[in-house]
C-alpha cells in the first residue's frame, strides 16, 4: 500500500522560512506529478506548487517569488521551500501525488497535512 507523509510544520514569525518533505512509501512503479496543496479554514483546498517528473514547476500566483518546488525521482521525494513567509500563508499544507502502481494502473494520492502556522 503506498502512502504519503509529510513533514517540516510547524510556527514560523512573518518573513521567516519552512522547508517541508514528503515521502512516498511503499510499492509503486513510477510516481508522475508531486505537489503541494493547502487549505485554511472556512476556505477551499487551493494548489500551491506542482512539479513533473521532468522538474517543470506550475506555481499560485500567491507564492510565486517566495516557494521553491522540487523532488527527488530516486528517494520518492518532493520538497517545498518556503521563504518570506506571510501570515497568509498559515494553513494545513498537503503533499500530493500521482502514482502509477503498476505500468497498467495508477492513482491520486495524499498526505496526512501539517500545519504551518505564520504568526509573530
Known amino acids: 500500500q503506498v502512502s504519503l507523509v509529510e513533514s517540516g510544520g510547524g510556527l514560523v514569525q512573518p518573513g521567516g522560512s519552512l522547508r517541508l518533505s514528503c515521502a512516498a512509501s511503499?510499492?509503486?512503479?513510477?510516481?508522475?506529478?508531486m505537489g503541494w496543496y493547502r487549505q485554511a479554514p472556512g476556505k477551499e483546498r487551493e494548489l500551491v506548487a506542482s512539479?513533473?517528473?521532468?522538474?517543470?514547476?506550475t506555481y499560485a500566483d500567491s507564492v510565486k517569488g517566495r516557494f521553491t518546488v522540487s523532488r527527488d525521482n530516486a528517494k520518492g521525494m518532493v520538497y517545498l521551500q518556503m521563504n518570506s513567509l506571510k501570515p497568509e500563508d498559515t494553513s494545513v499544507y498537503y503533499c500530493?501525488?500521482?502514482?502509477?502502481?503498476?505500468?497498467?494502473?495508477?492513482?491520486?494520492?495524499w498526505g496526512q497535512g501539517t500545519q504551518v502556522t505564520v504568526s509573530s
Open positions: 500530493n501525488a500521482a502514482i502509477s502502481l503498476t505500468r497498467w494502473s495508477s492513482g491520486e494520492f
Open positions: 511503499g510499492s509503486y512503479f513510477n510516481i508522475n506529478n
Open positions: 512539479i513533473r517528473r521532468d522538474r517543470s514547476t
